[in-house]
């Protein structure tokens, strides 16, 4: 059996086992890519270059592909509460894409959130975030949409529920809600804070999840405060809360580690956030992303006070009997990876001990951990991760919320307790 | 000896749960990293309380890749398979596909299903010769000589119990698995085939147990090759 020591893992799988892939399946590749053509890449200009990063940066390819799907044909299905959005083709196709636009038809799109004939476009598309990327990073954005190669995909309208189809309706949430302007920088704040501030408000788009949304969907306020994403059973928490995923007593470079490998020692990032990283933050530049790190941290760096969860006072006789009998499921399913003292194995298996996703407020994310399962996303710095097996096949919503009480309530964690109808209410909402 | 071993590795591992400690040490396997799959998919196939767990150890590895990029990429439709591989770069699961595809894991015994002798017939007529004029080429053409698959793409039909190979062909056959988007060549042929002759097929099969390896790829006629190359080539590829 081989045996690695951790430290040099990250090193060693660069290395050498992306080599051994290669070469395993050359064969394999030779077989069926001689149908491809090898075709060079054209020359690109630096504004491309940088436009493509900023794509990336924004993740407008996330959105704007279908599952399975050609880049940036659009395409893809947004599931809401106000009914299903379709992304457009960005690619300069000019029948079906934007190859008719001009630059200030693009940057009337992102900054003011209006289409090329003048049509308000519905926040769906995170213009909202989008409008304080400055003129001369859109046009970069724009010049590097405008070099792909075109592709003629027509895609379905909209289908959204009333009275959300009523354009008055969107022209009234405009004035209430959408505040055009691109980022300000702040005087008294470093250069590094500013650049952070204008990627995690701008183009990161991380307010789109990370935020309470009201009746009408628009952002509750521009602090990170967290909040279920709509349309996805998935509780995106709060960034300015020491409570939630605040990062104020984190060092730098393990916030730049999460953002661009999807683990630390600490936590790892699952389901939609798995998806941001592997997307687009983990192409994050060096300076860009402890940027991003000083200003995240920058949110809860002064917050003090208690810790996250809940106290009870003294633990009740058969409060301790209902979490041994989870004791007993983590033992059996679960103990094996995350260990007896829940300590886990750094960037491997996440510890529970002390982890901030375990003990928050909403138990809906460790819930569906537990029933789905899951790996970190493949990334550069983690590119061959280790899973966590879906239980729901094997585990009643009984047992699940059972050995999740105890995961919220050992080693010292305390959170509620959770019930099988948590449980239940926690299924579904996948894509 | 085996009892020894399996003896003092309980040793081991009880120590370092008395211990209270977890080993800072995980084994750098892919073993290890493939639990989350070998929850479900064992030496052998079995059935699960909200499906049934088709084995995946030795199959063609082209094969497997495909069928993971098609659960990744929507065409192919199991939620808990796609929640897994959805943040997963096609390099990974090549691997992973490299991984299963190596295991070399005894086979269960075959079934004993009792055929009538026209049935027996029928099905061997269909693995050996097909029917030409229906466009229904022998499945062995393709399946290759000892049905065990051509690698890199095409699965091996011994091994599989009746229940999935019933299942695969039926959902083909109502246009329930779209594996790959289109329509594809073994698609085209589920659907040519009468109730009865899948039934007569899958019995066949799962009577019988497996010997042999898979075929090298120069065995399937060209004809055979543009027929699946949508399966076998373009899709097959890499990024």
């Not at chain 1, 934007?98 to 799109?109: C, L, N, S, V, Y």
């Not at chain 1, 022209?171 to 952070?196: H, I, P």
């Not at chain 2, 699960?48 to 030795?58: E, F, L, M, N, V």
Request: glycine share 10%; charged share 20%; with cysteine.
């Amino acid at each position: 059996m081989r045996h690695s020591v951790i430290t040099t893992r990250v090193i060693w799988w660069k290395n050498t086992i992306l080599l051994q892939v290669c070469v395993r399946s050359l064969a394999f590749l030779v077989l069926t890519m001689s149908a491809q053509v090898m075709a060079g890449e054209p020359e690109r200009s630096d504004e491309v270059d940088y436009g493509a990063y900023l794509t990336r940066i924004g993740n407008c390819m996330g959105c704007h592909t279908a599952k399975g799907g050609q880049p940036f044909a659009g395409g893809r299905r947004l599931s809401t509460s106000f009914g299903v959005f379709v992304t457009s083709n960005l690619t300069p196709d000019k029948e079906t894409g934007i190859g008719r636009w001009t630059q200030q038809d693009f940057w009337q799109a992102l900054h003011q959130g209006k289409s090329r004939d003048g049509r308000l476009l519905y926040p769906a598309f995170p213009y909202t975030e989008y409008t304080k990327v400055t003129r001369q990073d859109a046009d970069a954005i724009f010049a590097y949409l405008q070099s792909l190669p075109p592709v003629s995909q027509s895609n379905p309208p909209h289908d959204i529920f009333f009275p959300y189809n009523s354009k008055s309706l969107l022209a009234v949430w405009r004035t209430l809600y959408f505040k055009e302007g691109v980022y300000e920088s702040d005087q008294s704040k470093s250069e590094a804070w500013n650049r952070g501030a204008y990627l995690v408000q701008g183009l990161g788009h991380c307010t789109a999840c990370h935020t309470t949304r009201n009746m009408l969907g628009a952002s509750q306020d521009e602090a990170l405060m967290g909040g279920q994403i709509m349309g996805m059973n998935w509780y995106a928490p709060s960034l300015s809360s020491h409570l939630e995923a605040g990062s104020g007593d984190w060092e730098i470079d393990e916030i730049v580690a999460l953002l661009t490998t999807g683990v630390t020692k600490r936590a790892v990032t699952s389901g939609p956030m798995a998806t941001v990283v592997r997307q687009s933050l983990q192409y994050l530049s060096q300076e860009d992303a402890l940027a991003m790190a000083v200003y995240l941290k920058s949110l809860t760096e002064n917050e003090t006070g208690r810790l996250p969860g809940v106290k009870f006072s003294v633990m009740s006789g058969s409060l301790r009997k209902h979490l041994d009998l989870g004791g007993q499921l983590y033992q059996e399913y679960c103990q094996a990876c995350h260990g007896t003292d829940g300590k886990g194995v750094p960037g491997i298996y996440p510890a529970l001990a002390g982890n901030r996703s375990v003990i928050m407020d909403s138990p809906l994310n460790v819930i569906r951990s537990v029933l789905n399962g899951g790996y970190p996303p493949t990334t550069a710095g983690n590119p061959r991760p280790y899973g966590m097996p879906p239980f729901q096949q094997i585990l009643r919503n009984e047992e699940v919320a059972l050995v999740v009480s105890y995961i919220r309530n050992a080693w010292g964690n305390r959170a509620s307790l959770v019930r099988a109808l948590d449980v239940d209410r926690s299924k579904g909402g996948d894509d | 000896m085996m009892r020894f071993i399996l003896l003092l590795f309980f040793c081991i591992t009880g120590v370092a749960n008395v211990n209270g400690s977890t080993p800072a040490e995980v084994p750098d396997t892919m073993d290890d990293r493939v639990k989350a799959c070998t929850i479900c998919h064992s030496a052998e196939d079995k059935v699960g309380r909200d499906a049934y767990y088709p084995r995946i150890a030795g199959k063609p590895q082209g094969y497997l890749f495909n069928q993971m990029r098609n659960f990744r990429d929507g065409r192919r439709y199991y939620p808990p398979m796609a929640i897994l591989l959805e943040n997963m770069s096609d390099e990974y699961l090549l691997e992973i596909a490299q991984y299963f595809s190596s295991l070399q894991l005894p086979y269960p015994d075959p079934e004993q299903i009792q055929m009538q002798p026209e049935e027996i017939k029928l099905a061997e007529h269909l693995i050996y010769s097909g029917y030409p004029e229906r466009d229904i080429p022998a499945c062995s053409a393709c399946h290759g000589d000892v049905l065990m698959g051509v690698e890199p793409a095409i699965p091996g039909l011994i091994g599989l119990p009746r229940a999935y190979i019933t299942a695969q062909l039926g959902g083909w056959r109502n246009g329930g698995i779209m594996r790959g988007g289109k329509p594809d060549c073994m698609s085209e042929i589920a659907k040519q085939l009468t109730e009865s002759e899948v039934n007569a097929v899958a019995k066949w099969l799962a009577n019988q147990s497996v010997s042999g390896k898979p075929s090298s790829f120069d065995v399937l006629s060209s004809e055979l090759v543009d027929r699946c190359s949508q399966t076998i080539l373009e899709n097959g590829g890499a990024e």
